[in-house]
């Protein structure tokens, strides 16, 4: 049974500091990223990264320079170290993974077949 579970998520001043962790089970995945969803906003893209060693990162421009992604393969876990945080990064965060890696669509939600249930993460002003 395949299992993206996240954690880290809560609630962080302005300027603060979180980490998400993505623990993963049940299937050998190509690619994960990150999403995220704010109230009243569609889902998008925030980060990902292909499962082997070496390959590209990938970040939206709105946390590019305060987010980063990585992964720990003996652990099976995906990482999203967040900081400097801003109100607007106040969203549901889920986790995404897929057997396939596309180059050119690792952005796009329909990229993912598999989905955590998601972390909160409130950012304070």
């Known amino acids: 049974q395949v299992q993206l579970v996240e954690s880290g998520g809560g609630l962080v001043q302005a300027g603060g500091s979180l980490r998400l962790s993505c623990a993963a089970s049940g299937r050998t995945f190509s690619v994960m990223g990150w999403f995220r969803q704010a109230p009243g906003k569609e889902r998008e893209f925030v980060a990902a990264?292909?499962?082997?060693?070496?390959?590209?990162?990938y970040y939206a421009d709105s946390v590019k320079g305060r987010f980063i992604i990585s992964r720990d393969n003996a652990k099976n876990t995906l990482y999203l170290q967040m900081n400097s945080l801003k109100p607007e990064d106040t969203a549901v965060y889920y986790c995404?993974?897929?057997?396939?890696?596309?180059?050119?669509?690792?952005?796009?939600?329909?990229?993912?077949?598999?989905w955590g249930q998601g972390t909160q993460v409130t950012v304070s002003s």
């Open positions: 995404a993974a897929d057997l396939v890696y596309r180059t050119r669509a690792y952005s796009s939600q329909t990229n993912y077949g598999f």
């Open positions: 990264m292909p499962t082997w060693s070496g390959g590209n990162l």
